[in-house]
């Protein structure tokens, strides 16, 4: 048969026009085409995975993700949160422990994240795999820490006395229960109760940790507490029996020093 092309099993190929097989290409790439779209459109709406919360936990030190994960070790069985619904900072706070540590970001030259106090203690170490190990109350080897799963983030100090003068009355307490009975508190510079109780509980934490019978000494015997507002960066320093706290108002709890801060500054030597 002249113009066909007998194949096996009675198949038979016909001469087609031209324009007949561009339509067909033209059929077969538009098929093609919405294929991969719709591939492309059903993964764009697959859930986040499981890993999704660690990523934004981790990935940028600015962001403001308003999530928090909580970890345990198994070195002291300790359990602890972190926090990045807060720019710049990252929040920790152990579990049984008050105190609310603001870190920040440092880089290694691999790429891991160091997360310090603001005396400079590394206290946790983030490594681009996403490990966790946990320095500060486990000692300067470390110990690793895994995802326990979300947590409440840490809201901003609010807890207090109603006044300021309240506020005062219930901190020399703590003092006198950590045996400083006959300090003195003062507060200056018009600042608000909520942050003078948290500067003043950090500072009873800090002298609480001092040596046994450091503070008896005549240069570091402590007799006034003055909490005042600071220009631009939390400070704390010892001189002349008097500790004084510099807080910046509005910074939450980057805007106080730490019990490590405290207990450095009475620990310099001046």
């Known amino acids: 048969m002249r113009g066909e092309h007998l194949f096996p099993f009675g ?28 591939t492309a459109t059903a993964q764009s709406q697959l859930p986040a995975t499981s890993s999704g919360a660690f990523d934004n936990m981790f990935g940028d030190i600015d962001a403001a993700a308003p999530q928090a994960i909580s970890f345990s070790s198994e070195a002291r069985n300790m359990r602890f949160v972190l926090d990045r619904s807060q720019p710049r900072v990252v929040l920790l706070r152990f579990d049984g422990d008050p105190e609310i540590w603001a870190l920040t970001s440092h880089w290694g030259p691999r790429g891991d994240e160091f997360l310090r106090n603001d005396v400079g203690e590394v206290m946790v170490r983030i490594t681009t795999l996403g490990g966790v190990t946990l320095f500060g109350p486990v000692g300067a080897n470390g110990a690793p820490a895994s995802v326990s799963g979300k947590a409440r983030t840490l809201s901003t100090p609010t807890r207090s006395e109603n006044t300021l003068q309240a ?24 600042l608000a109760p909520p942050l003078v109780h948290e500067a003043l509980r950090r500072a009873a934490q800090g002298i609480s940790r001092a040596p046994r019978g450091f503070l008896g000494q005549p240069k570091k015997r402590i007799r006034l507490i003055r909490v005042e507002r600071a220009a631009r960066r939390p400070n704390v320093s010892l001189d002349r029996n008097v500790l004084t706290i510099g807080v910046v108002p509005g910074a939450g709890y980057a805007g106080r020093p730490s019990s490590a801060a405290v207990l450095a500054a009475i620990k310099r030597d001046k």
């Not at 198949?11 to 719709?38: D, E, I, N, T």
């Open 11 to 38: 198949f038979k190929f016909l001469p087609q026009p031209k324009f007949v097989l561009a339509v067909s290409l033209y059929v077969v790439c538009l098929a093609l085409s919405l294929c991969w779209m719709g």
């Open 167 to 190: 506020t005062v009355e219930r901190a020399i307490t703590w003092f006198g229960g950590i045996g400083h009975r006959s300090i003195r508190i003062e507060a200056a510079g018009g």
